[in-house]
């Protein structure tokens, strides 16, 4: 029993080594590095600062070149964002604007490297209508990448 456990945990983590992307694996999947544009460019809040035009009524979008990024997003803070290193992910969270974006983590899965973007949001208890805008800067997805947004309560 305990040698298969032993070659189990030997297996793991060279299925997970084996990748040029995921040099490191922790369990099922890895965190990645990102930033926001408060963090990287020193933007003001931007909750309040940036309108979003996402189309076909999409709550996130992944920005990759300066065309989209000048079409989509909007406000008063737009800083010359590296496109050929990073791509900006931008979206509402389906809380109004008097919530509170606690966290996010980054990361992706191991296993099928898909990505996924967890954003921790307190919610607010007023009426107001505002959504509230998130924005995480990444490092250039893969040509054929799958992102997901998973949105949890904080109580």
Known sequence: MKQ???LFL????ISCNDKAENPICEG??????FSTLENMYGCSDTRFSLELNLTDDNMYEVISNINEYSEKVLGNCHPDIDFDSFDLIVGYTGHNIDSRLDSIHY???????DFVL???VTPSITTNASP????AILPKLPK???ISIAIKPVF
């Open 4 to 6: 298969a456990m032993v």
């Open 10 to 13: 030997f297996f793991s983590l």
């Open 28 to 33: 099922d999947s890895q965190s990645v590095e």
């Open 107 to 113: 990361f992706q899965n191991c296993s099928n490297e």
């Open 118 to 120: 967890t954003l921790f």
């Open 132 to 135: 509230l805008i998130f924005n």
């Open 144 to 146: 054929d990448y799958s």
